[in-house]
């Protein structure tokens, strides 16, 4: 399977703990993003990399998140002291040259769950 | 004012039904648009394309109408297997951001 894969699947965690997800893109792509995905609510971008560089965060991106892209293949992204309100879909897709004509490829998301 | 807007449904429908979503979105230098499904507890996936001269993909017919800033599906026949959430997709020209809408969910009934 040559797709976007995201690991874990599921995490529950208590508040405050961090944690940190991982995402491998297709691998000629270099453009990778992070969506998160309340229920009821399309994807909200978080960031996006353009190879291993950082290019654009989100607002919605506090300063306990960080990502990462440090070769320009995987990425991970780290959440610290997480709050129930973190508790959502996290999804990584990538894409080959961004922008007209290049869609993005999904994975199949982390879903946390914060107690 | 959201980048991207879109009726959430619930949309129900007979198999074999007719269906249309309609979304709007806000910035006109918006420069690709794309609709993707989504299935419960599933990770978005690309559907079509929308193209400035509309597009066809077996029962589903996208267009796009720059002028009043909407973009439209159609889905001809339907299954039950398309019963989904259908996301809209908008990138702006910069090309670096893609804004989803909410989400319309249909649900198709025998």
């Known amino acids: 399977d040559t797709g976007v894969s995201q690991d874990p699947r599921h995490k529950i965690t208590k508040r405050g703990q961090n944690v940190t997800f991982r995402c491998d893109p297709i691998s000629e792509h270099n453009r990778l993003y992070w969506y998160r995905q309340t229920l009821g609510q399309g994807p909200e971008f978080l960031t996006y990399f353009q190879n291993e560089a950082q290019l654009e965060k989100s607002r919605l991106l506090s300063d306990r998140f960080s990502a990462e892209r440090p070769k320009g293949s995987f990425s991970t992204l780290e959440i610290q002291r997480t709050e129930q309100g973190d508790s959502a879909m996290y999804l990584c897709a990538s894409s080959s040259t961004g922008g007209a004509r290049s869609p993005l490829h999904f994975g199949n998301g982390t879903r946390l769950t914060v107690t | 004012r959201k980048e991207v807007e879109q009726d959430p449904g619930p949309f129900n429908v007979p198999e074999g039904a007719t269906v249309a979503f309609n979304c709007t979105y806000s910035?006109?230098?918006?420069?690709?648009f794309f609709w993707y499904r989504q299935d419960c507890r599933k990770e978005p996936k690309l559907l079509m394309s929308?193209?400035?001269s509309g597009n066809e993909d077996g029962r589903f017919t996208a267009q796009l109408n720059r002028a009043s800033q909407y973009i439209s599906l159609l889905i001809r026949d339907s299954k039950l297997s398309d019963s989904a959430t259908y996301l809209c997709?908008?990138?702006?020209?910069?090309?670096?951001?893609?804004?989803f809408g909410t989400g319309t969910s249909l649900t198709v009934i025998p």
């Open positions: 997709v908008v990138i702006l020209n910069t090309g670096n951001q893609f804004y």
């Open positions: 929308v193209y400035s």
């Open positions: 910035n006109s230098a918006s420069q690709s």
